[in-house]
C-alpha cells in the first residue's frame, strides 16, 4: 500500500500534568494531522487543551510537571517524541517555527532587536554577519515596521505591543519553517492591528509551509483556515474542511461555538449568548460524553457512554451519538 506522508501526523496524544491536586488530563487521546500548505484552525473554549496540544510538538511543555503518557508525534515522518533534545532544537525554528500570544516569550528585554533577529537567522543558515544582518533588516520592513534600519538597534520594550509581535512573527519567519505554530498569536492586540499581524502571517508564510493556528475567534479561522479542529474537554471532538465545520457542524458543541459568535459576513455585530454552563475540569471529567451536561441534545446513554468518531465525509468527522444511528466498531474518539 502507497502511502502519503503528511507533514505532520500525531496519534493518540494523551499528555497529563502531575499537580498537587491531582492528574491533570490535558490532552486526551489526540490524532490529527496537518499536510503541507495547509492552514488548520484549532479551537475550543478556554482550558480545552489547545496550547498543550500545540506545544507539544516543539516539545515546549515543561516536564516535568506534564507527561507525554501515550501517542506519536511525527514530523516529515520522525518521532518528535523519541528525538534527541539535540536534534529536537535543529527542528525548532528551522523547521517548526512558534508564534506566541506574548511576545516576551519570545524575544529577549536584553538584546538588541537586530541582534536577536540575526541570532535567528545564524543559528540555522551559513551567512556571515554582514548578510544576516541585511536579511533581518529586510524583513523587519517586510513585516511592516516603520524605520527598520534605525529599529534593528532598538530594545524590545522600546517597541508598542503590536510591534513586539511583528517583530517575533518576524522572528518565527524569517527561518521559513516548514510548519508554523501560532498560539493566539493577536490576543493582546487591537482590533486593527490583529487584521494586519494576520495579513502579514498570510502574505509571509512560505506556499507550502503549513501552520496550525490557535485561535478562539470563529471569524479569524474564517479568513485563515482551510480546515478546522474543535477541541472540548481535552478532545477532539469534530474535525473538517472549513466550509463543512461553518456550513455543517455535527457536533452540539460546534454549533454552539458557531451560535456564539456575531454571525459571520452579516455584519451584524451583534454578540450572541455563548453556550451555556461550564467546561468540566480536567481532573475529574465525567464519565460518558464530556458535553453532555451542556447539550441541548443530551440523553440517556450520554451519561454513560463516549461517543465514538464517526466519518461524515473523507474529510469530516466528529464523535455524538446522534451522528450514529446504530454503535459500530471503530475507533474511540477522533
Ligand atoms: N503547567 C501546568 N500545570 C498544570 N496544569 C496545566 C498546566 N498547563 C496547562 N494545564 C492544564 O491543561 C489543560 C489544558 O490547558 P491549555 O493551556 O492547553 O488550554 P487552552 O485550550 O490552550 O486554553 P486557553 O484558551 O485558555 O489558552 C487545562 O486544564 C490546564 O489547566
Ligand atoms: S453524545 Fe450526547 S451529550 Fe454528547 S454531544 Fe452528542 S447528544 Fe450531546
Ligand atoms: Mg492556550
Not at 20 to 28: F, S
Not at 71 to 99: P, S, Y
Not at 128 to 137: D, I, M, V
Not at 163 to 172: D, F, G, H, L
Request: aromatic fraction near 6%; proline fraction near 6%; hydrophobic fraction near 40%.
Amino acid at each position: 500500500m502507497i502511502m502519503t506522508e503528511k507533514l505532520l501526523d500525531i496519534k493518540n496524544l494523551t499528555v497529563t500534568f502531575k499537580t498537587d491536586d491531582g492528574r491533570v488530563l490535558a490532552v486526551d487521546d489526540l490524532s490529527f494531522s496537518v499536510d503541507y500548505g495547509e492552514t488548520v484552525g484549532l479551537v475550543g473554549e478556554s482550558g480545552a487543551g489547545k496550547s498543550v496540544t500545540a506545544m507539544s510538538i516543539p516539545r515546549l511543555v515543561p516536564s516535568p510537571p506534564s507527561q507525554v503518557e501515550h501517542g506519536e508525534i511525527r514530523f516529515k515522518g520522525r518521532d518528535l517524541l523519541k528525538m534527541n533534545i539535540r536534534d529536537m532544537r535543529k527542528i525548532r525554528g528551522k523547521e517548526i517555527g512558534v508564534i506566541f500570544q506574548d511576545p516576551g516569550t519570545a524575544l529577549s528585554p536584553l538584546h538588541r532587536v537586530g541582534n536577536q533577529l540575526v541570532e535567528a537567522l545564524r543559528m540555522h543558515r551559513n551567512l556571515s554577519f554582514k548578510e544576516a544582518w541585511a536579511t533581518a533588516e529586510s524583513w523587519l520592513a517586510n513585516v511592516k515596521i516603520p524605520d527598520a534600519k534605525e529599529r534593528m538597534f532598538v530594545y524590545p520594550h522600546q517597541l508598542s505591543g503590536g510591534m513586539q509581535q511583528r517583530v517575533m512573527i518576524a522572528m518565527a519567519l524569517i527561518q521559513e519553517p516548514d510548519l508554523m505554530i501560532a498560539d493566539e498569536p493577536t490576543t493582546a492586540l487591537d482590533v486593527t492591528i490583529q487584521a494586519q499581524v494576520f495579513n502579514l502571517i498570510r502574505d509571509m508564510k512560505k506556499n507550502d509551509s503549513a501552520m496550525l493556528l490557535i485561535t478562539h475567534d470563529m471569524g479569524v479561522v474564517w479568513e485563515m483556515c482551510d480546515r478546522v479542529l474543535v477541541m472540548y474537554a481535552s478532545q477532539l471532538v469534530e474535525e473538517g474542511l472549513k466550509d463543512e465545520i461553518f456550513s455543517h457542524p455535527a457536533h452540539p458543541y460546534t454549533e454552539g461555538l458557531l451560535k456564539s459568535i456575531p454571525s459571520l459576513g452579516a455584519g451584524t455585530g451583534k454578540r450572541l449568548p455563548s453556550i451555556r454552563g461550564q467546561v468540566p475540569s480536567a481532573l475529574d471529567y465525567p464519565k460518558g460524553c464530556r458535553f453532555n451536561d451542556r447539550c441541548p441534545h443530551a440523553f440517556d446513554r450520554c451519561e454513560k457512554e463516549s461517543p465514538e468518531s464517526v466519518h461524515l465525509s473523507k474529510t469530516h468527522r466528529a464523535s455524538c451519538f446522534l451522528l450514529v444511528p446504530e454503535q459500530k466498531e471503530g475507533t474511540h474518539g477522533l
